[in-house]
């Protein structure tokens, strides 16, 4: 990764509208990531995943794949390697894998739905600062469905590092969800 792009993209994760979909989410991603090891594709997958992030936006993750290709293209990447990385962030849109190497990816993204309680509270509190323009009710209700639709999956998680966060992961979805 060349200076200006590193520093672009940490330009747009430390933006104030960043709560939660911010550096601090991108550093624990690639920290827990050494686990893997991860290539240097899924590398730029976790660094461009929110790189463009709206909370008003249904194309965040579009968006975000179509900012990797310009600028992993004018970095000289190989076409079939922004690809992946495309095909990566595209993938953390329904959390699905679909591109090799896309579930290690997808486990970091979602580690932290296995955070100890506190944790998990202060990250939904993180999420609610950057959906400040949708009515309470209406954050709980959205909320609410997407703690549902993950606890109706078999399971949440791909890889052995996934795995273990699994339990821990339901017991804070089954617990938000009441809540």
């Given at each position: 990764?060349?200076?200006?792009?590193?520093?672009?993209?940490?330009?747009?994760?430390?933006?104030?509208?960043?709560?939660?979909?911010?550096?601090?989410?991108?550093?624990?991603?690639?920290?827990?990531?050494?686990?893997?090891p991860?290539d240097?594709?899924q590398?730029?997958?976790?660094?461009?995943?929110?790189?463009?992030?709206?909370?008003?936006s249904?194309?965040?993750?579009?968006?975000?794949?179509?900012?990797?290709?310009?600028?992993?293209?004018?970095?000289?990447?190989?076409a079939?390697?922004?690809?992946?990385?495309q095909?990566?962030?595209?993938?953390?849109?329904?959390?699905?894998?679909?591109?090799?190497g896309?579930?290690?990816?997808?486990?970091?993204?979602?580690m932290?739905?296995?955070?100890?309680?506190?944790?998990?509270?202060?990250?939904?509190?993180?999420?609610?600062?950057?959906?400040?323009?949708?009515p309470?009710?209406?954050?709980?209700?959205?909320?609410?469905?997407?703690?549902?639709?993950?606890?109706?999956?078999?399971?949440?998680?791909y890889?052995?590092?996934?795995?273990?966060?699994?339990?821990?992961?339901?017991?804070?979805?089954?617990r938000?969800?009441?809540?």
């Amino acid at each position: 990764m060349t200076t200006a792009l590193l520093l672009e993209l940490t330009r747009l994760y430390q933006r104030p509208d960043r709560h939660y979909h911010s550096l601090e989410h991108v550093a624990a991603m690639l920290h827990a990531g050494r686990e893997f090891p991860l290539d240097d594709v899924q590398t730029m997958a976790v660094w461009f995943h929110d790189a463009i992030y709206d909370p008003r936006s249904k194309s965040n993750e579009e968006d975000s794949a179509a900012l990797a290709g310009t600028r992993l293209a004018a970095a000289g990447w190989p076409a079939a390697e922004i690809a992946r990385v495309q095909r990566i962030v595209l993938d953390t849109k329904q959390h699905r894998p679909t591109a090799p190497g896309a579930e290690a990816v997808l486990d970091l993204d979602l580690m932290s739905l296995a955070l100890p309680w506190p944790e998990f509270a202060r990250n939904t509190e993180r999420i609610r600062a950057e959906y400040a323009h949708v009515p309470d009710g209406d954050f709980a209700a959205g909320r609410r469905a997407f703690f549902a639709t993950m606890l109706q999956r078999d399971r949440l998680f791909y890889t052995p590092f996934g795995h273990r966060l699994e339990p821990l992961a339901r017991a804070n979805l089954e617990r938000a969800s009441r809540g």
